[in-house]
């Protein structure tokens, strides 16, 4: 069975630094991963996907993730932090069968302060 | 906005009763998901429909929950004999298939509240 581990409960970061929220997998054969951001009583937004190509991708809002196939990670980066990215962040990775449903880590909260 | 829209946003019922929340999703999207997310958790995949076809359930799904999709469209998922544990936000997703359309697309979910 396919699992996605997100090991950090929460991340803090002051506005302008660089921020990682920390995401590794367990998959048989090829990952599909996926980066979605939740904000307070709202639905899940799509950030980017690995499907295959380069390791380094790179999505909504300045966001990017790096794909490393030896560590079994996909983390989530962005240069330059904004206190508006401040949210609830979920790693997930797509199922191999039939339907394609999503497996999701417990989530990271991303706090950006001034 | 996803272009999916679920509704109502906030349903609270009472322990025992019967509800039933809608997803109508992208209009081009044949797939459609459900999934429950409980507090500090990430969503939990329920059920799975292609098209009108339910196609996967979890074990998730006791036997009181019920979804359908008819005519492949828009889709109602039911719960009967509501309990305090099935309190969540439920989540619809929504995906059109082919070749690199891997992407799942969620709504604002429904949370619900059984007291």
């Known amino acids: 069975a396919q699992s996605v581990a997100q090991p950090e409960d929460q991340v803090n970061v002051a506005e302008g630094n660089p921020l990682t929220v920390k995401c590794t997998y367990s998959v048989s054969g090829n990952p599909y991963l996926f980066w979605y951001v939740q904000y307070p009583n709202r639905g899940l937004q799509f950030l980017l996907k690995?499907?295959?190509?380069?390791?380094l991708v790179k999505g909504s809002y300045g966001f990017e993730a790096e794909f490393n196939k030896s560590q079994t990670s996909f983390h989530l980066k962005k240069p330059s932090a904004l206190v508006s990215d401040s949210a609830l962040y979920f790693c997930a990775v797509r199922d191999t069968g039939t339907a394609s449903k999503l497996t999701f880590g417990t989530g990271t909260r991303l706090q950006v302060t001034l | 906005d996803t272009g999916v829209s679920q509704d109502p946003r906030h349903k609270i019922t009472k322990r025992g009763q019967n509800v039933t929340f809608r997803c109508d999703p992208i209009?081009?999207?044949?797939?459609l998901y459900w999934y429950r997310q409980t507090l500090g958790q990430g969503p939990e995949f329920l059920t799975y429909f292609q098209n009108e076809a339910q196609l996967e359930k979890s074990r998730l799904l006791s036997d009181r929950f019920s979804a359908e999709r008819p005519k492949g469209s828009f889709s109602t998922l039911e719960i009967q004999r509501t309990e305090q544990g099935d309190s969540a936000m439920y989540l619809c997703?929504?995906?059109?298939?082919?070749?690199?359309?891997?992407?799942?697309?969620f709504g604002p979910g429904t949370r619900l509240t059984v007291l």
């Open positions: 209009s081009e999207h044949n797939r």
């Open positions: 690995y499907i295959t190509g380069d390791n």
């Open positions: 997703a929504t995906q059109t298939s082919g070749l690199f359309t891997d992407t799942q697309y």
